[in-house]
């Protein structure tokens, strides 16, 4: 069983929107060997999923461990392992957008200021509303159209 695409995955606070399963296909050797099933992915149909990075192509070792973390990390070909972890309800997903936002160093918020993004995430209705205002504001910003809705509010 995999999710539907797309999602929004969040990762130590971290926001990132997977359109589809072919950015899923690669992956460093430190995120295979440290960072499975530590993501969380909502997907729209009231999903949330965690997944284990699955490979032939790292082996657990010292010397590898040692070189991923200081001077060679490569990128390698990996399978996912999708484990469905809950169902949610929409106002969890506000909820911890929000959060990711309020712990925001300027990265989701280089565009427009926070209290936006939260306002826009709060009034959404579903998913779809949700993923859409995260394109716009902060993953596929069109900084001219931003400016001209700015200036038409005030």
């Known amino acids: 069983m995999e999710p539907n695409y797309p999602l929004i995955s969040i990762y ?16 460093t050797v430190w995120t295979v060997l440290n960072d499975n099933c530590i993501s969380v992915a909502f997907d ?3 999903r949330m999923w965690t997944y284990e990075l699955l ?8 010397l590898t461990r040692l070189l991923a973390k ?3 990390n490569p990128r390698v070909e990996v399978q996912l392992r999708w484990i469905l972890k809950d169902n949610y309800e929409l ?4 909820s911890e957008l929000n959060g990711c936002i309020d712990k925001d160093d ?8 926070a209290e936006i993004i939260k306002q826009a995430i709060i009034d959404s209705k579903t998913f779809e509303e ?11 910003v069109d900084e001219e ?3 001209k809705e700015v200036n038409k509010q005030n």
């Open 91 to 94: 106002s969890k997903l506000k």
């Open 44 to 46: 729209g149909d009231g």
């Open 130 to 140: 949700i993923y859409a205002l995260l394109m716009k504001y902060v993953f596929d």
């Open 106 to 113: 300027d990265v989701l918020t280089q565009f427009v200021e």
């Open 70 to 72: 200081t001077v060679y």
């Open 12 to 27: 130590n606070d971290a926001l990132e929107l997977i359109p589809d399963s072919s950015i899923l296909t690669k992956a």
């Open 55 to 62: 490979t032939d192509n790292v082996q657990d070792n010292f």
């Open 145 to 147: 159209e931003l400016w």
